[in-house]
Each structure stands twice: as C-alpha cells, then as structure tokens.
C-alpha cells in the first residue's frame, strides 16, 4: 500500500511546527514571528499536508449568509 | 479594560476582527466535531458568546486564540451532553480527496479525516491547534489551558496514533461505532472539563 510508504517518509512536522507559523493572516498574541523553516516542510507526512488541507478547504469556503445575518444582528442590539 | 464601556470604534473593530475569524472558528470546529451542520451550529454559539464577552477581548490580542477558546469550551460542553459524536463529513473529505492542489499523488483524505476523529478530543484539538490551525505549542496550550509540554505530549502521541492508523489502514469506520474509542473519548472529555486535563497526557 503506497500510502504506508509516504505516510511514514516524515514524523519532524509537528515538532517543527511549533518553530513555523503556518498562517500569515494570523495576528500574533505578542511579540514577533518566530523565524520561518522553509526547509522543514519537505518532512511533512503526506497525512499533515492533508490536515492543513483540510483546514484550508474550509476557511477557503464561502461564508454562509446565516453567519453575516448574525453578526449583523449583534451589532444593530448595540 | 474588563467592566469598561467599549466606544462605538473599539465595537466596529471587534465586529470586523470577530468578522473575520469566522472562516477560521468553522474550520476548527469542522475537524473537532466532524460535521459540518453541526459545526457551523457551534460557530454560531461561539459567536453568540463572543459578543456578550467582548468586554474581556484585549484589543491588540489574537482574535483567533480568543474565539478558539470560546468555541473549544463550547464543544467540550456539548460533547457532554452528547450532542457530537464526531461523525465523519463524507462530503468534505470526498471534496478535497478530489481536489489534490499540487500533490503528487492522491491522498486518502478520507482515512485521515476518519483517523482524526478517533482520537481523544483533547489529542484531536492539539493536532488541530498546531498542525492545522498554525498556532504554536505556546499558543496552543494557552487556547487549552494546560502547559505547554502537555502540549507537545499530545501532538505528539496524536501525531503516532495517525502515522501508525494511517500505515496499517487500520481505521475505524465510525469513531462512535468503536465501543473503546468511544469509551476513551467520554473519559478523557471528563477529565479535560473537571480541569485535569494539565496533568494528564
């Protein structure tokens, strides 16, 4: 099964991870970005791209209106 | 700031910021709870609950981590009383199996997605945290509560529990289906709302 292969190619992703912020749009909670591993994604098991991806695809949806109607709501009560 | 009235200016920022995190809360509330109706419902309490809160959002603060803890509370609250039961989005996962932007070679989304959701929710959500989310171990225990080697201790036997399901194919069909599993799940989510969740790993 090709998918023992490339799911065991790399374990380091998650270690790593806590050096690598993934997301640009995120604000930072304090103090500067923690300096980028580029290199390190290589390493990535084909299963945590697949987690990022699955993230992505979802904030990459397009919003439902219920979510603006709410919001909207909220802030006319104000 | 707590207890002050905020200005009309500081309520449209936190609007906007809340805005736009809403992306970010589905997502996270998809992979905790696996389903997207039921997310989206959570998204919904979060937000609800975000703006009765606002008082206590520091500007300048992470919106994102802010929201993250609000909605985590939120599902472990409604994972009690058994309102998830971490089933599987067949159509997301089927959604994104199809689409494979730029990989090599076709992954089993699927059988990752089913894989994730057997894990104990707190293993789950520090995967989630900081192999999805981007949110660093320091960011993510804050999001959690617990330290930050706890942390690391749960990504890193979530990140075992995967390599070793995903390698062997040995995947429950339903996490819910698996009577262990299940079992794990509820006792772990005890310990994780009681508050001990720190001092377990």
């Known amino acids: 099964m090709s998918l023992a292969r490339t799911y065991s190619e790399g374990t380091s992703f998650l270690i790593m991870s806590s050096e690598t912020p993934k997301n640009p749009q995120r604000a930072p909670a304090g103090g500067p970005p923690a300096p980028s591993g580029a290199s390190d994604k290589a390493k990535d098991p084909d299963w945590a791209n697949g987690l990022k991806q699955l993230y992505d695809s979802v904030v990459e949806e397009p919003l439902p209106d219920s979510f603006q109607d709410l919001l909207d709501q909220l802030g006319a009560k104000d | ?201």
């Open chain 2, 1 to 201: 700031m707590a207890g002050e009235e905020r200005t009309a200016s500081e309520k449209a920022d936190f609007k906007r910021e809340l805005t736009e995190v809403v992306p970010h809360l589905r997502a996270f509330a998809r992979g905790l709870c696996g389903r997207a109706d039921m997310a989206d419902d959570l998204v919904q309490e979060t937000l609800l609950k975000a703006w009765a809160a606002q008082e206590r959002f520091q500007p300048g603060t992470s919106m994102r981590a802010w929201t993250f803890v609000i909605l985590r509370n939120a599902y472990l609250t409604d994972m009690r009383r058994n309102r998830f039961r971490g089933e599987y989005d067949e159509t997301v996962a089927e959604r994104v199996l199809t689409a494979p932007a730029g990989q090599e070679e076709p992954i089993h989304l699927s059988d990752m997605h089913r894989a994730l959701l057997t894990l104990p929710p707190e293993r789950r959500e520090a995967l989630l945290l900081v192999g999805a989310g981007g949110f660093s171990y320091e960011e993510a225990a804050t999001i959690c509560g617990c330290a930050v080697g706890t942390i690391k201790s749960r990504v890193g036997r979530a990140r075992a529990a995967l390599n070793a399901m995903l390698a062997d194919g040995d995947i429950p069909k339903r996490s819910i289906d698996d009577s262990a599993a299940h079992r794990a799940i509820l006792q772990e989510l005890d310990d994780v709302a009681a508050g001990q969740g720190g001092s377990r790993n």
